[in-house]
């Protein structure tokens, strides 16, 4: 039988049949991805192999200098992708079945061709790691990348990154820059090679988001089960959800800033946000890493707090319980973080809702030892909001100030839901 890698084939063997994609083996076996996405390795020896489908034909990488010139004719706005990994840039490892980074910003464009429809395309490796990997200073080096494009005259930012952690990073490129265009995190729930992949659905509508008016850092996202729309997400708004359904992001205290709808390509707005060329580029990327989240549980012993005070941590955000508690326990040493110029942010591990701590005679102590209300923040907002505070050098009451003002976004007036 004539196949060859990416061909479609139907195999049946011993009574049962398998179909999927030819992947490479180093064995003597044909190996197959189905559509579960399990592969199967089968012995040819017997069986009767059909082609279904022969592969598609590669497309020309669009960002290549002559495809480049023919996308300047066609007056399309300028986006640069910049790819920092995740699933949205992987593919499947064939050595080790595993999903891992490998796809540069090119790739990307190769497996969405559609994009360059939308803008002029341009990419960026910034990254090639899975979003657990990242570092408070590689968020400092993204918003640098994506302040230089923006200088080098791209009217759209697109940032390809992994969904674990894609929340922290929208979140601090949200204090880190002010810009007078989009900038537009995406990423994927389900690798490319799947058939219910969402990269290119995602990767579509956020190359919309990239060109539109809305000049927020944003998180572009599916926002159902279905293949209908794209919810457009404040980047201190939103968080991961679900582990793998492709509408695991959802804005948490606020409604998503609009839509994408997928069929129409076309952008609603139901909440405000800065429009285009309102702010000149601004960066400030400088935060103070040493700072951390610690979960309250009952019976957690204090002592975890002595522990980041002693060990020279400037900041503390604690995700307490219900309106922002912690038992009585901790709070002689939330008065020793406080007094010892440490910080204290206090926030919900409800998340949704907002931190109240006048309430009860907890929180009133909470508030005495000088813990700061984080108001209706998710808390690992708080804490990169706190980082970012520290890093502007300011002072316990400015910290204050600033943790119960919203700057980004990341405080609603009126919590809803
Ligand atoms: N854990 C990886 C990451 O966050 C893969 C998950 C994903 O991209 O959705 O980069």
């Not at 990767?203 to 599916?222: F, P």
């Not at 040493?290 to 707090?305: N, R, S």
Request: charged share 25%; aromatic share 6%.
């Amino acid at each position: 039988m004539d196949f060859e890698l990416g061909d479609r084939i139907r195999i049946e063997k011993d009574g049962n049949v398998y179909e999927g994609i030819v992947m490479p083996t180093t064995t003597n076996h044909v190996v197959v991805k189905m559509n579960s996405g399990y592969n199967a390795g089968i012995d040819p020896e017997g069986a009767t192999i059909t082609l279904l489908e022969k592969a598609r034909p590669k497309q020309p990488k669009a960002s290549s200098k002559k495809e480049k010139e023919a996308k300047q004719g066609k007056k399309l706005p300028n986006v640069t992708i910049l790819s920092t990994g995740g699933t949205i840039a992987s593919k499947v490892d064939y050595r080790t079945g595993a999903v891992t980074a490998q796809f540069s910003a090119d790739d990307i464009v190769e497996a969405i061709p559609e994009i360059t429809e939308i803008a002029n395309i341009s990419g960026r490796v910034v990254y090639n790691i899975l979003s657990e990997n990242m570092k408070t200073e590689y968020w400092a080096e993204l918003a640098r990348a994506v302040a230089e494009e923006i200088e080098n005259g791209a009217d759209g930012i697109i940032v390809a990154h992994g969904t674990d952690t894609m929340m922290y990073s929208a979140a601090a490129l949200s204090f880190m820059l002010k810009a007078p265009v989009p900038i537009v995190f995406v990423g994927s729930q389900r690798s490319a090679d799947r058939p219910s992949s969402d990269n290119a659905m995602n990767a579509i509508c956020a190359t919309k988001v990239a060109v539109s008016d809305i000049a927020e850092v944003c998180v572009v996202m599916h926002d159902s089960t279905c293949d209908d729309r794209c919810a457009i997400h404040y980047g201190t708004k939103v968080r991961k959800m679900h582990t793998s359904r492709r509408d695991a992001f959802q804005s948490i205290n606020s409604d998503p800033i609009g839509y994408v709808d997928y069929s129409t390509k076309k952008i609603e707005t139901i909440l405000p946000y800065t429009k285009r060329d309102t702010h000149k580029l601004e960066l400030n990327a400088t935060l103070e890493p040493k700072c951390t989240l610690v979960k309250f549980v009952p019976g957690a012993d204090p002592e975890i707090l002595n522990y980041y005070i002693d060990s020279g941590y400037k900041g503390i955000v604690i995700e307490g319980t219900g309106l922002g508690h912690v038992s009585t326990e901790w709070i002689p040493n939330i008065k020793r973080a406080t007094e010892a110029g440490i910080p204290v942010v206090m926030t919900s591990q409800c998340l949704n809702g907002r931190v109240c701590d006048r309430v009860y005679d907890t929180g009133r102590d909470i508030l005495k030892a000088g813990a700061i209300e984080g108001e209706d923040m998710l808390p690992e907002v708080a804490l990169v909001k706190l980082m970012w505070a520290l890093g502007q050098g300011s002072d316990m009451s400015e910290i204050a100030e600033l943790m119960s003002t919203s700057v980004e976004n990341e405080i609603t007036e009126c919590t809803l839901k």
